[in-house]
């Protein structure tokens, strides 16, 4: 598979040749991006299925996104619902593609009926696990104390966290967009491990067919990719991805992974699609 090595005249990043990523970024383990010192960042392109699929759609899905894959130099991870996860494993075995859990309960054990732990998810094939989902804020009241519980909990249990932020279209329509972003990541931020993945999901865009301009996705990205440089230093800051996830679709992606911190995409209903999903990986090889 090929893709534009410079789609939309992307601006590299610091600490790379001009024209596009760092040719020299070393290929991530199974468990983590890479987080080179150079400063490149590779792509990350995460699926999160939400509550779709039965096992032999999955495990078909799973068959099409390897064969259509290749070598393609883009980290892919996909998070399946609980049920699905040892099927999927099982089928992302030996490969690139990383399996993550949608969500872990904040302790390691207990009377949590319907809940699930850091470990029972890791045992079922799982490297990364889905933190904040602006789903799980909305449907289930998850507040931003209980989302650096679990980052916490994926911590113990070798998990690399993607942890979720973004703002409301009622906070955006209140200009109050930077404001909503600084106290999520403020949240979480005593507990972030070493390797941990950013996405900035406009809580307006998910699911609406709406999506954020690449103007607007940078601004937001640029502004995360700050404040991580006061929290953790600016050195780490610029190798840590920050994904974006907001309706992205193959016709999309171009566009917003042109920006020069937009480090890939949590694609949501595309990533249904495996042609769809193959597709927006292409735009960011």
Known sequence: ????????????????????????????????????????????????????LLRAEAVAHCRALRRGLGSSSVRVVVFPSFPLLPAVAAELAESDVAVGAQDLHPEDKGAHTGDVSGAQVADAGCSWVLCGHSERRRDHGESDELVARKVAAAVRSKLCPLVCVGETREERAAGRTLEVLARQLAAVAPVLPERFVLAYEPVWAIGTGEVATAATAQEAHRFLRGRLGELLGAERAETLPILYGGSVTPDNAAGLFAESDVDGFLVGGASLDPEKFLGIITVCV
């Open 1 to 52: 598979m090929t893709g534009p090595a410079n789609p939309g005249g992307r601006r590299p990043p610091v600490g790379t040749a001009s024209g596009g990523r760092n040719p020299t970024t070393p290929v991530a383990s199974a468990r983590y991006p890479a987080t080179p010192a150079s400063g490149g960042r590779r792509p990350i392109l995460a699926a999160n299925w939400k509550m779709h």
